[in-house]
Nanobody
Framework: QVQLVESGGGLVQTGGSLRLSCAASGRTFNDYVMGWFRQAPGKEREFVAAIRWSSTTTYYADSVRGRFTISRDNAKNKVYLQMNSLKPEDTAVYYC?????????????????WGQGTQVTVSA
């Protein structure tokens, strides 16, 4: 079975950086899209970024484009989210998700497998 485990969250000051990691296991992921979502208290879970496992195609939410970078390491079966210039509004639980297919979709219902989440807190 597919498993996703996130790590790398923490507390950082405004303007700081964090790198989240997502370790994927249970199968090969060549036919998958890997995504990052986030959920702040009292808000819906929202799309952050996604990458096709078999290519360099990426897509970002407008709110993070230019500050966040998604990447993957096929040899390690890991996906990363490098977050720079962090803002208090980036505070949320960040989730890694996997979607079978080649098309990047930004709605959470399109993703079949989810990690447990990792907390990111940005202090003002």
């Amino acid at each position: 079975q597919v498993q996703l485990v996130e790590s790398g969250g923490g507390l950082v000051q405004t303007g700081g950086s964090l790198r989240l990691s997502c370790a994927a296991s249970g199968r090969t992921f060549n036919d998958y899209v890997m995504g990052w979502f986030r959920q702040a208290p009292g808000k819906e879970r929202e799309f952050v970024a996604a990458i096709r496992w078999s290519s360099t195609t990426t897509y970002y939410a407008d709110s993070v484009r230019g500050r966040f970078t998604i990447s993957r390491d096929n040899a390690k079966n890991k996906v990363y989210l490098q977050m720079n210039s962090l803002k208090p509004e980036d505070t949320a639980v960040y989730y890694c998700a996997a979607r079978f297919g080649a098309v990047i979709i930004t709605t959470r219902e399109a993703y079949q497998t989810w990690g447990q989440g990792t907390q990111v807190t940005v202090s003002a």
